[in-house]
């Protein structure tokens, strides 16, 4: 089966954190017991938790298939996944307005994901020297692409007044950045903060993801009349995708027009 680089990228980083943590544990030692607590503990992030799951089965099966490995039955078989999971919804413009009050790390984080439109985790491991005045490179994992997109000035700002010394926006170390792990975690017990806040709008913060996020700034492009190919040259999206949430501003914008028709506003 041949893999995309990106695709190959992803189970590299997921197979470098199984590494991590379980270098100097027996594999024959992983039992479908540890597993099924693993991914009943990623629940929160369910995609991520399958992702987990397929990564642990893979590796399983080439150990056992390729090199004859002397293992048990793969521990991943009858853990049942989450599955495809609802569309990532749009931030509303009340949660929008809260991120200016959040802790400073998923602050930035909202920041870099809607002013680069770019995937959470690839927006969180931001370098520093990636913003050169009015540009900024910026990565897309999924097509392994690396291109340069104009910097709104909001995040320009924002970065230039960062304490200087780290490599990353979001540093963990003088080196490494924060995980897209521990910045969601962040953001989940902060969203957990805004539960009067979304009551007083009759809405439910949990509904809300940072890839939420990604998606108001595709919808706020769309809205500010852009075409394709200027979405696509700020997200690096697909033109299905681009298509779909030209839609969704569409919609919207029609039916302002229609009811200020209507009732003749």
């Known amino acids: ?74 521990p991943t078989k009858g853990v049942d996944k989450y599955g495809s999971q609802r569309e990532f919804l749009t931030w509303p413009d009340w949660m929008l307005e809260a991120l200016a009050k959040a802790p400073h790390d998923v602050r930035v984080a909202g920041e870099l994901i809607r ?15 990636a913003f050169k005045g009015e540009w900024v490179t910026v990565t897309d994992e999924k097509g392994d692409e690396t291109f340069d997109i104009y910097c709104p000035v909001r995040l320009r700002t924002l970065v230039e007044g960062l304490e200087e010394g780290p490599r990353h926006v979001l540093a963990k170390s003088e080196t490494a950045p924060r995980s897209y792990d521990d910045v969601e975690k962040s953001f989940r017990a902060w969203r957990k903060t805004l539960v009067d806040l979304a009551k007083k709008h009759d809405d439910n913060a949990s509904r809300y993801t940072l890839h939420g996020l990604r998606k108001r700034a595709c919808v706020e492009l769309a809205e500010a009349n852009c075409s394709d190919a200027e979405i696509q040259a700020v997200t690096g999206q697909s033109t299905e995708t681009v ?12 039916s302002r027009t229609a009811q200020q028709r209507r009732f003749q506003e």
């Open 243 to 254: 298509a779909h949430y030209r839609k969704q501003a569409n919609r919207r914008a029609m």
């Open 115 to 129: 002013g680069t439109g770019q995937r959470p985790a690839a927006a969180i491991k931001m370098l520093r020297s």
């Open 1 to 74: 089966m041949k893999l995309s680089d990106g695709t190959k990228k992803s189970y590299n980083r997921e197979f470098e954190k199984i590494l991590e943590k379980n270098a100097d544990k027996p594999m024959s030692s992983t039992t479908k017991a540890a597993i099924r607590k693993k991914h009943n503990a990623m629940s929160p992030t369910p995609r991520a938790a399958d992702w987990m799951l397929q990564t642990v089965s893979i590796l399983w099966n080439y150990a056992k298939d390729k090199h004859d490995w002397p293992l048990a039955e793969n």
